[in-house]
């Protein structure tokens, strides 16, 4: 079941108002509806006066669940919830909207580099060479991608260069980081990077990531107003299990905090090749 939270604010403005809010400081209502193999819970609270009263929330809730979709802006810090977190869905989206990208526009002595400190996702790296023969890998644990690069070497014959430290990241023409970047490392304002969340640190080149999907026609989901279709759609495959959503490629993604479209990041890359 996907639990939601929207939260809003009405706070008093006239005396009458002011007297009400302090005998009533928030009000709570629920709504349950089922849909398909998916049963959505969504929890109204309005706040008036005071601050938030997850305890009272928690108390309305079905289940009494653990992970709930609401707004980042909500601070959860010593609440009983966690809000739920979609950089594992985005990561998948990424691969597959760079994958589109590539099939499309890349030749095959283009460098690229694929970040991934903590080795999450050695899988990634047989799609990847299909439409490149320069792949880089650098991760702090590279004994997991050094198997693997010796697996398709067996395999295939094609060869990857793994390395061990961020300062060894070299200009390259594309950077893929299925991570959040936390740390600088070395670049040239030539990359486009592609990374699943917004960036820790000021990363020079073009920076894409907040990647936009639709969900098909066939999943006439009811979406809650409070959140993003992508936001929930993530919450569809990673907490109901509806893995066709995995195969999704995005319109779009945000770049310099504007959602930028699939085909203005084709061009993109055409201009990388071109140079």
């Known amino acids: 079941?996907?639990?939601?939270?929207?939260?809003?604010?009405?706070?008093?403005?006239?005396?009458?108002?002011?007297?009400?809010?302090?005998?009533?400081?928030?009000?709570?209502?629920?709504?349950?509806?089922?849909?398909?193999?998916?049963?959505?819970?969504?929890?109204?609270?309005?706040?008036?006066?005071?601050?938030?009263?997850?305890?009272?929330?928690?108390?309305?809730?079905?289940?009494?669940?653990?992970?709930?979709?609401?707004?980042?802006?909500?601070?959860?810090?010593?609440?009983?919830?966690?809000?739920?977190?979609?950089?594992?869905?985005?990561?998948?989206?990424?691969?597959?909207?760079?994958?589109?990208?590539?099939?499309?526009?890349?030749?095959?002595?283009?460098?690229?580099?694929?970040?991934?400190?903590y080795a999450q996702y050695p899988s990634f790296l047989s799609e990847f060479l299909s439409y490149t023969s320069t792949l880089t890998v650098v991760s702090e644990m590279p004994k997991f991608y050094e198997n693997e690069a010796a697996r398709i070497m067996n395999e295939t014959g094609a060869s990857i260069i793994v390395k061990n430290d961020i300062s060894m990241i070299s200009p390259c023409d594309i950077l893929i980081a299925p991570c959040t970047i936390e740390k600088d490392f070395p670049s040239c304002a030539s990359e486009i990077i592609f990374t699943a969340a917004k960036p820790l640190v000021n990363c020079k080149g073009t920076v894409f990531y907040d990647y936009k999907v639709s969900l098909p026609e066939k999943m006439n989901y009811t979406i809650p107003d409070c959140i993003d279709e992508t936001y929930f759609t993530a919450a569809l495959y990673s907490l109901c299990k509806i893995n066709e959503l995995s195969h999704l490629s995005p319109y779009g993604c945000v770049c310099e905090s504007k959602l930028i479209s699939k085909e203005e990041i084709f061009q993109l890359i055409k201009n990388v090749v071109r140079n």
């Open 1 to 117: 079941m996907i639990t939601v939270l929207n939260t809003t604010e009405n706070f008093p403005k006239t005396f009458q108002e002011k007297i009400s809010a302090a005998f009533h400081p928030y009000s709570i209502s629920t709504n349950f509806c089922s849909e398909e193999r998916v049963n959505i819970f969504t929890v109204n609270y309005i706040q008036r006066k005071g601050n938030i009263r997850y305890d009272k929330i928690y108390q309305n809730c079905i289940g009494k669940p653990k992970t709930i979709l609401c707004s980042k802006e909500l601070i959860l810090d010593n609440t009983p919830f966690k809000r739920f977190d979609d950089i594992e869905y985005q990561t998948l989206i990424m691969k597959n909207l760079i994958i589109e990208l590539l099939k499309h526009n890349i030749k095959r002595d283009m460098k690229i580099i694929f970040y991934d400190p």
